[in-house]
């Protein structure tokens, strides 16, 4: 079974702080991903990687930066918390050239 | 500008009868279709895909259909149980890029009442 897992299910921050989001994946997949989602809007793409320290922008990536230095771990950060990142933050991977993407149970960000 | 629309936000079904969910799209590119199921405090996991090669795809109760000339795709649940309630997301996403992005709906939330 794959496993996808974050950091944390909850977790409460105040505006301006620095806010790491870890996601770790098992099954050596390439591709990693980080979505946010919103009532009324879905899943909305942030960042993906596609490899070791390769990144690339999503639909959202403002506000936001991601790291990836080991294959099975990838980071989001908020670098200066707003009120508006209050979300669900889900971490999703993939087998290169495949298309199904697993998820992470995700974690609940409010930002005070 | 939404690329994917589910414009139900929400669906009540009795036990046993069919569940239809719909799903429309405007990008020409996306060329793979996917259905995700998520049951609150949990992440999406994936139920059902299908190819813009095909127009139909099945597995056990669950049957996928897509109409590329009207840009539209359903998800049919036959017979829905009550298990099945969850807020049900269709995902798109087009050939190219260095990885397959998918492109989600806003979601439609099943109840199926017993």
């Known amino acids: 079974d794959v496993k996808v897992t974050q950091s944390s299910r909850y977790l409460v921050k105040r505006t301006g702080e620095k806010v790491f989001l870890e996601c770790v994946q098992d099954?050596?997949?390439?591709?990693m991903f980080w979505y946010r989602q919103d009532p009324g809007l879905g899943l909305r793409l942030i960042y993906f990687s596609y490899d070791v320290k390769m990144k690339e922008k999503g639909d959202i990536p403002e506000g936001y930066s991601v790291s990836r230095e080991k294959k099975e771990r990838f980071s989001l950060i908020l670098e200066s918390a707003s009120t508006n990142q209050t979300s669900m933050y889900l971490c999703?991977?993939?087998?290169?050239?495949?298309?199904?993407?697993?998820f992470g149970p995700g974690t609940r960000l409010t930002v005070l | 500008d939404q690329q994917v629309k589910q414009n139900s936000p929400s669906l009540s079904v009795q036990e046993g009868r069919i569940s239809i969910l719909n799903c429309d799209y405007t990008?020409?590119?996306?060329?793979?279709f996917l259905w995700y199921k998520k049951y609150p405090a949990e992440g999406p996991t994936f139920l059902i895909s299908i190819s813009s090669i095909k127009d139909k795809n099945e597995d056990g109760r669950f049957t996928v259909f897509l109409n590329k000339s009207a840009k539209h795709l359903s998800l049919h649940i036959v017979p829905s149980q009550p298990g099945d309630s969850a807020v049900y997301f269709c995902a798109a996403s087009e050939v190219g890029g260095s990885a397959r992005q998918l492109t989600f709906g806003s979601g439609t939330q099943l109840t199926v009442l017993p």
């Open positions: 990008n020409s590119m996306f060329d793979y």
């Open positions: 999703a991977s993939e087998r290169g050239g495949y298309n199904e993407q697993f």
């Open positions: 099954m050596d997949h390439e591709n």
